[in-house]
Structures are given as structure tokens and as C-alpha cells.
């Protein structure tokens, strides 16, 4: 089942903070997140593994409850640059991990200056 | 590296012909993934490989569509006979490990059936 993103889209202003939720109806093994500007390809920002591990951008964080089945990325201080889609990819707890990912259908971010 | 590389970057085709979509991941890694997406259903996974053997295959919409990695550096994702819903951005993806490893996409191809 495809994980469930919100908001769907979001306006800020530079230097204005954002949240972007992302849950899940399984149990998950990690949480990815992406970004994707118009007309590109989507870009890795961030990895939240099972059992606590992070590895990410240095200006974005995201945080990851197993229990809740959910992950959070939080975007402080927006850039302009910080402009597009952000799309949450889940890889499933089976045990292990079969190493493919289901995206959300994505939160779509303007800054505007 | 160069990164992921697709070709074509566009094609325009018409119903029924066959279309061939091409993808060589970056050196070394192991996964490579197959994507299509649309406005509509978004980012859709169609089939990953694992040292060139495919592992799931369950997102790939019907008979149409065939997925081959003849070997490490090259993979191609075929429809025969094409139809106008296939229009989508198709996008190659590959990583060095399948559990927790990131993803790195190709540019993709941007696909328009008449």
C-alpha cells in the first residue's frame, strides 16, 4: 500500500518553517525521502532506517516513529531552493528487506520570496 | 560517474508501435529500479533487478511491458504494442545496496503515445 503524505501542498514564505508528514498502514523498515523539481528527476535527501539511524542533508531533518509507522520532515529557515515535490519512499519490515521502495504521491513545497 | 543514463531523453510514437526505453546505472551498484510516473498515480515502482535478476516484477502494468538486464551496466524496459495511457515520465534508478541504500535516479524519458 502506498504511504499517505499531507499535506498535499504548502506555501511559505523564505525563512518560514514546514512539516511534511508521511504514514504508513505497515510496519516499516525504513523511511526515504526525495525531492523532485519540475521537469528533474527526484533527489535523495534523506534516509531513517529501523532502530534509529539517520543519514541525510545537513539543513533538512526528519524524524521516524516506528510505533506510529510514520516519519516527519522538517524544513527550517526555507530557501527558494528548498522549491518542489517531496515525495516519502517506505521499504517494509518483513523480517529483513527486500531493498524497493513505494512512494506517496508527494508534497508539492512553494517558497515564495 | 556520470550517473544514471537514459535514452531516449523524449520519444513520440504512435499507438502500437514498439517502444524500447534504455538505462545504464551508475558502476557498481547492484539495484537497479524501473519507475513510471503521471500526474495521476504518481511515482510507480514497475520492476527492480538485483545483479541483474529480477526480483519483483508486480508493478508492471500488463503484457505489454518487458524488462530485461542482459548485464551489470544495461537495461531496457519495453512496450509492445504501445497505447496513449502509457504516456508518462519513465525513470531508471540504481543503488548500491537494496536496504537502506538511496536511490540515485537517470534524467528520464519522457514518453508521449498518439
Known amino acids: 500500500q502506498q504511504p499517505v503524505q499531507s499535506p498535499q501542498a504548502v506555501i511559505l514564505r523564505e525563512g518560514e518553517d514546514a512539516v511534511i508528514n508521511c504514514s504508513s498502514s505497515?510496519?516499516?523498515?525504513?523511511v526515504h525521502w526525495y525531492r523532485q523539481k519540475h521537469g528533474e528527476a527526484p533527489v535523495f535527501l534523506m534516509i531513517?532506517?529501523?532502530?534509529?539511524e539517520q543519514k541525510g542533508h545537513e539543513k533538512i531533518s526528519a524524524s521516524f516513529n516506528e510505533k506510529k509507522q510514520q516519519s516527519s520532515l522538517y524544513l527550517t529557515a526555507s530557501q527558494l531552493s528548498y522549491s518542489g515535490t517531496y515525495f516519502c519512499?517506505?521499504?517494509?519490515?518483513?523480517?529483513?528487506?527486500?531493498?524497493?521502495?513505494?512512494f506517496g504521491k508527494g508534497t508539492k513545497l512553494s517558497v515564495k520570496p | 560517474d556520470a550517473g544514471v543514463i537514459q535514452s531516449p531523453r523524449h520519444e513520440v510514437t504512435e499507438m502500437g508501435q514498439e517502444v524500447t526505453l534504455r538505462c545504464k546505472p551508475i558502476?557498481?551498484?547492484?539495484?537497479l529500479f524501473w519507475y513510471r510516473q503521471t500526474m495521476m498515480r504518481g511515482l510507480e515502482l514497475l520492476i527492480y533487478?538485483?545483479?541483474?535478476?529480477?526480483?519483483?516484477d508486480s508493478g508492471m502494468p500488463e503484457d505489454r511491458f518487458s524488462a530485461k538486464m542482459p548485464n551489470a551496466s544495461f537495461s531496457t524496459l519495453k512496450i509492445q504494442p504501445s497505447e496513449p495511457r502509457d504516456s508518462a515520465v519513465y525513470f531508471c534508478?540504481?543503488?548500491?545496496?537494496?536496504?537502506?541504500?538511496?536511490?540515485?535516479f537517470g534524467p528520464g524519458t519522457r514518453l508521449t503515445v498518439l
Open positions: 519512499g517506505t521499504e517494509w519490515w518483513y523480517g529483513g528487506s527486500q531493498g524497493n521502495l513505494i
Open positions: 531513517l532506517l529501523k532502530g534509529g
Open positions: 558502476s557498481g551498484h547492484d539495484y
Open positions: 505497515k510496519a516499516l523498515y525504513s
Open positions: 533487478f538485483n545483479n541483474n535478476v529480477p526480483i519483483d
Open positions: 534508478a540504481s543503488s548500491i545496496t537494496g536496504t537502506g541504500g538511496f536511490q540515485f
